[in-house]
């Protein structure tokens, strides 16, 4: 549904960009700020992770991009067609002296549903598995841990499927992503699928969120 919807956009893109061509046309990637960290995650639609990620308390930033894959600098296009390796992922830049990665991890998997193999909701295919990518041994096994408790917990009926993996590279994605689920609320997409998502999210988390997402 979502590669539908966007369809039309990347049509005005091809025409309205120069074919798509360049990187100017994709977002930069931001240098984190003194004292600041970083941790990317992957959990289906980047629309609404991005979003979730960004109410955080402690998180100053949230890029959509890729990762996972092989291929330098692909297009949306390209890492839709499941050949680049790739998944729809976001990266967080976020203060460690007010959030942990711990919790941005737990976040992380109440983002999405991690139990889904290769999908979420209606979008299908390997960009849209649940990934997560860690850049320290501490952080891999921060992330092995808590899918150990979320799986005792039951909070999902079926076993986590989450890839856990070393951080290699992220490439930010186009610039009509960044933000999207704020700036196209009218989307049916995001009314039907994105938004479901948020509002479950905050519920889970709303101790963690700032405080406009608290009411």
């Known amino acids: 549904m979502k590669k539908i919807v966007l369809y039309l956009a990347s049509v005005l893109l091809f025409f309205g960009c120069a074919n798509g061509q360049g990187r100017s046309d994709f977002a930069a990637v931001p240098q984190p700020k003194p004292g600041e960290s970083v941790a990317t995650f992957g959990g289906g639609c980047f629309w609404s992770m991005s979003e979730a990620m960004s109410e955080l308390k402690g998180v100053s930033k949230v890029v959509s991009g890729y990762a996972g894959g092989t291929k330098v600098n692909p297009?949306?296009?390209?890492?839709?067609?499941?050949?680049?390796?790739?998944?729809?992922?976001?990266?967080?830049?976020?203060?460690?002296?007010?959030?942990?990665?711990?919790?941005?991890?737990?976040?992380?998997?109440?983002?999405?549903?991690?139990?889904?193999?290769?999908?979420?909701?209606?979008?299908?295919?390997?960009?849209?598995?649940?990934?997560?990518?860690?850049?320290?041994?501490?952080?891999?096994?921060i992330l092995l841990n808590l899918i150990k408790e979320v799986n005792a917990t039951k909070h999902y009926n079926d076993p986590i499927v989450t890839q856990v993996v070393p951080f290699k590279a992220f490439y930010p994605a186009e610039k009509y992503h960044q933000g999207y689920y704020r700036l196209h609320g009218d989307n049916p997409y995001i009314g039907s699928v994105s938004e479901p998502k948020v509002m479950k999210f905050r519920k889970a988390m709303h101790t963690e969120l700032k405080p406009e997402f608290q009411k």
Do not use: C, M, W
Not at 119 to 128: I, K, M, N, S
């Open 75 to 141: 297009t949306y296009e390209e890492v839709g067609t499941q050949t680049t390796g790739h998944a729809e992922v976001v990266q967080i830049y976020y203060d460690p002296k007010v959030i942990s990665y711990a919790t941005i991890a737990k976040s992380f998997f109440f983002a999405h549903d991690p139990t889904e193999l290769n999908r979420q909701g209606p979008d299908q295919g390997t960009d849209y598995r649940s990934i997560a990518f860690y850049r320290t041994p501490e952080e891999r096994e």
